[in-house]
Structures are given as C-alpha cells and as structure tokens.
C-alpha cells in the first residue's frame, strides 16, 4: 500500500507565499504523474497543476505565473509553491499520485489566505 501525506499548509496574508509537500511512502515500485487538486468550500475538486514523471507541468489559468509544481524523484516527494496567494486561493489541496500504476490521494491540507 502507499499513503501520500501533504504539509505545509496554514493561514497567509494576501499577497503572501506558502510551500505545500507531498511525500509518498509506502511499497513504491514507480511514481508517475503527480498532481495537486484543491476544492474550495461548495464546489468540485479542481485540477490545480500537474508534472509528469520527466518534469512536464501544466497549470489552471488561475494559479498560471503564480504557482510551480516540482518533485524529487530520489525523494518520492511533490512540491507546489505558491506566491501572490489571493483569498480566492482558500481551499483544501489534495495530492494525487500515480505510484505503481495506480491513483492515490492524501488526506488534504488546508490552505487559508486571509488578512
């Protein structure tokens, strides 16, 4: 089985930055794509970035120039900066990973960006 935990996130000022992580462990066999997904309170789960197991990303255009996902293949770990954070940015973000062929999700961390 892999768990996926993410960290990072808490409460910011507008205009402020936040790092969330995202470690995969477990019997690991491969990672593939990894992504991060938020849901903002009475909404759906949204794609919010993605990268490829060789370093493609690709971003929604609300978080497009303010956002970067990145990984550590060594580390089996997903990372999502985030800068010039907005209120609107306030949801809970999921990691998702393909690990042996396979979906997972971790259990969400909350990000609020408030004055």
């Known amino acids: 089985q892999v768990q996926l935990v993410e960290s990072g996130g808490g409460l910011v000022q507008p205009g402020g930055s936040l790092r969330l992580s995202c470690v995969a462990s477990?019997?690991?066999?491969?990672?593939?794509?990894m992504a991060w997904y938020r849901r903002i309170p009475g909404n759906e789960r949204e794609l919010v970035a993605g990268?490829?197991?060789?370093?493609?990303?690709n971003y929604a255009d609300s978080v497009e120039g303010r956002f970067t996902i990145s990984r550590d293949n060594a580390k089996n770990t997903g990372f999502l900066q985030m800068n010039s954070l907005k209120p609107e940015d306030t949801a809970v973000y999921y990691c998702?990973?393909?690990?042996?062929?396979?979906?997972?999700w971790g259990q969400g961390t909350q990000v609020t960006v408030s004055s």
């Open positions: 477990g019997r690991i066999f491969s990672i593939g794509d």
């Open positions: 990268i490829t197991s060789g370093g493609r990303t």
């Open positions: 998702n990973a393909v690990a042996n062929r396979s979906p997972y």
